[in-house]
């Protein structure tokens, strides 16, 4: 079992930047792919970007370039840095693990955090 906590959301500015943290609790959190996820209103919840435990990355077009994700596995902690944010970032953002046993995917989700781009 994981347990995700996710902080570092709020208002910032178009083209400012902010920087998302997601702390997990439980063992062997360098097994879990982490993903930062997010959903805005009336929209699916989409995938922002995904780090492996061996920090292979990927991340979706929209963000190439302006975000960073990367994780601490000694601080069983996961980052994402985003830089020249637009409004169509405003968004809550979950943070994700993921492992698969036995051919089943088990996913853990944090409570989400806000992120509201606006001048």
């Known amino acids: 079992q994981v347990q995700l906590v996710e902080s570092g959301g709020g208002l910032v500015q178009p083209g400012g930047s902010l920087r998302l943290s997601c702390t997990a609790s439980g063992r062997d959190f360098h097994i879990y792919v982490m993903g930062w996820y997010r959903q805005a209103p009336g929209k699916q919840r989409e995938l922002v970007a995904a780090i492996t435990g061996g920090g292979d990355t990927d991340y979706a077009n929209s963000v190439e370039g302006r975000f960073t994700i990367s994780r601490d596995n000694a601080k069983n902690t996961m980052y994402l840095q985003m830089h020249s944010l637009e409004p169509d970032d405003t968004a809550a953002y979950y943070c994700?693990?993921?492992?698969?046993?036995?051919?089943?995917?088990?996913?853990?989700w944090g409570q989400g955090t806000q992120v509201t781009v606006s001048a």
């Open positions: 994700n693990a993921h492992k698969w046993a036995a051919g089943t995917r088990y996913d853990y």
